[in-house]
């Protein structure tokens, strides 16, 4: 198996760097969570939600989950997939593929030359957005989609919780990681961040400035220069497709809303679903077509009714009502909105992990 990745080595990625508990299950029965464990990640216990009048809901995570950095969790998974044989080629950005006898010619750039690969089957795992010739091709023009940023902190004091603060036009969070870091990232329109600096830094400032939750926190705190990171547009309202010319897995398939905090752990179970079929395919097992209307079937079995209700929280939470009234009943009665949180899993992480 060939990976091709545009970057030249596994550094940060604008991401909130919280692992669900359905994250490392899927983890484990991949065969991967001990070397992503040996990482240290931070034990999360609790989520606390704040609307942007200040109503505040906490629920416990019944089954713990934990903060960890991309850089460390992307590192872990690519050394086991080298470790059991993937060859991995950093610095390859692919530009298109075309279909041709029964197999794929993939045209990729690496420094700055143009080179062919030729393979039999291929998988798209480029995230949420690549490229017209790549899938997800639907993408929002740069106006229109969303920015997240995200940053490291030193001395940030935080007990083992995430939290989320909802602002107009975006939330913001925070979640200690692995090293006694902690981990900043917000999602927002463009619009919301009109006005404030133009800078990713003068933006946290900003919004330090604006929330009192997240002004506290950081007052003392010292920011990890190298991990500030912003990244645009995030199109979260893709239509989902996860065979698109060919089978596309994670963020590439659908984007789900990042305030669920299961993007990873979705990523990770449509390789779950897929490498099987992919497996079958190349021992002759299956046609094209019906690994094609397999992992169609299975992948919306899974992700259909998780991304719809995760869309709509998205929707009613960034709403100042909405936001409210979903905060202050979930402030009254936490089991609601800790069942609320467990709906928004995608079906099938059954297995307990075997650390937390
Ligand atoms: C602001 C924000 C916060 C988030 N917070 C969380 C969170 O706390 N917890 C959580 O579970 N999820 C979170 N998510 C979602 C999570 O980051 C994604 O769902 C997850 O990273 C999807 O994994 P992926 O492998 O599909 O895509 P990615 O992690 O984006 O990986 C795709 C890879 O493909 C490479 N690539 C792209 N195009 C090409 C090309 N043409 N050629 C070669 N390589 C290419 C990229 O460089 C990248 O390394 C967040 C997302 C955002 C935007």
Redesign the pocket.
């Known amino acids: 198996m060939l990976v091709?990745?545009?970057?030249a080595n596994?550094g940060h990625?604008?991401?909130?760097?919280?692992?669900?508990w359905e994250?490392q299950s899927t983890l484990q029965r991949l065969g991967l969570l001990a070397g992503v464990h040996a990482a240290r990640p931070a034990s999360l216990a609790r989520a606390v939600l704040t609307s942007r009048s200040g109503v505040a809901a906490g629920f416990d995570l019944a089954r713990g989950s934990w903060g960890l950095s991309?850089k460390s969790l992307?590192t872990a998974i690519a050394d086991a997939a080298q470790a059991a044989g993937a060859e991995l080629s950093m610095g390859?950005?692919?530009?298109r593929f075309d279909q041709v006898n029964g197999g794929y010619t993939i045209e990729?750039r690496s420094n700055g030359r143009i080179i062919e690969i030729r393979c039999r089957a291929l998988i798209a795992?480029?995230?949420?957005?690549?490229?017209s010739e790549?899938p997800p091709r639907s993408q929002a023009a740069p106006e229109s989609g969303?920015v997240?940023?995200?940053r490291h902190y030193k001395n940030v004091s935080m007990p083992p919780q995430?939290e989320l603060y909802f602002f107009e036009g975006g939330y913001i969070?925070l979640?200690p990681i692995e090293g006694g870091i902690v981990?900043l990232?917000?999602?927002a329109s463009r619009k919301a961040l009109e006005g404030a600096e133009k800078d990713p830094a003068g933006l946290i400032e900003a919004l330090a400035g604006r929330i009192p939750g997240i002004g506290n926190r950081l007052a003392g705190g010292e920011p990890i220069e190298a991990s500030l990171l912003a990244?645009a547009p995030?199109d979260l309202w893709r239509k989902a497709d996860p065979w698109d010319s060919v089978a596309c897995?994670?963020?590439?398939?659908a984007?789900?809303p990042?305030?669920?905090?299961?993007?990873?752990?979705?990523?990770?179970r449509?390789v779950e679903l897929c490498a099987p079929l992919a497996h079958a395919y190349l021992s002759g097992d299956l046609t094209l077509e019906r690994w094609r209307q397999a992992y169609r079937s299975r992948w919306h079995a899974s992700f259909d009714r998780p991304l719809a209700l995760t869309r709509r929280l998205e929707t009613w939470l960034g709403s100042a009502v909405g936001s409210n009234l979903l905060l202050g009943v979930g402030s009254i009665l936490p089991p609601v909105a800790r069942r609320l949180a467990g709906m928004t899993r995608s079906r099938a992480n059954s297995a307990p992990p075997f650390m937390t």
């Not at 091709?4 to 970057?7: A, M, T, V």
């Open positions: 091709l990745e545009q970057r596994l990625k604008v991401c909130g760097e919280f692992i669900s994250a991309r992307d390859v950005r692919v530009q990729a795992a480029c995230g949420r957005s690549s490229s790549l969303l997240g940023i995200k995430v969070g979640a981990n990232c917000l999602l990244a995030v897995v994670g963020d590439a398939a984007m789900i990042p305030l669920a905090g299961d993007g990873i752990a979705a990523a990770l449509s």
